[in-house]
């Protein structure tokens, strides 16, 4: 699974992506820079969800349900942000939530 690293392209993905919410997960999705490209996905979570534990959980929680729907898709680069209702969801529930958050996206994930 490709990842997105730096700041650069997580800003730009971050600004001019669109966004989609679920009380799970959220979902901002962009074109990848050049037509070719494969698509990368980034993980968050951010301090306010918890300590370290807690962001490290949601964060392995995100990418096996991203790992579930087959993302990334090519061309697009997406950052998935886990939300409080994270870290206590099921991987079933995960899964559900993501599908129907590509399904809103136009993804066929």
Same mark, same amino acid.
């Given at each position: 699974?490709?990842?997105?690293? !730096? $700041?650069?392209?997580? +800003? $730009?993905?971050? *600004?001019?992506?669109?966004?989609? &919410? ?8 962009? =074109?990848?820079?050049?037509?070719? =490209? %494969? ?11 918890? &300590?370290?534990?807690?962001? &490290? ?10 790992? !579930?729907?087959?993302? %990334?898709?090519?061309? #697009? =680069?997406?950052?998935?942000?886990? *939300?409080?209702? *994270?870290?206590?969801?099921? %991987?079933? +529930?995960?899964? +559900? ?6 399904? #809103?996206?136009?993804? =066929?994930?």
């Amino acid at each position: 699974m490709k990842t997105l690293k !730096s $700041r650069s392209d997580f +800003e $730009r993905v971050f *600004t001019q992506g669109k966004r989609y &919410n679920h009380s799970l997960i959220r979902l901002v999705i962009s =074109d990848a820079e050049s037509e070719g =490209d %494969p698509g990368r996905v980034a993980f968050a979570a951010p301090k306010r969800l918890g &300590n370290a534990v807690v962001r &490290n959980r949601s964060k392995r929680v995100l990418r096996e349900a991203a790992r !579930s729907c087959s993302l %990334p898709v090519a061309g #697009k =680069d997406l950052i998935l942000f886990a *939300t409080p209702a *994270t870290r206590s969801a099921s %991987p079933f +529930e995960m899964h +559900e939530a993501l599908i129907g958050l590509c399904r #809103k996206a136009g993804l =066929d994930g």
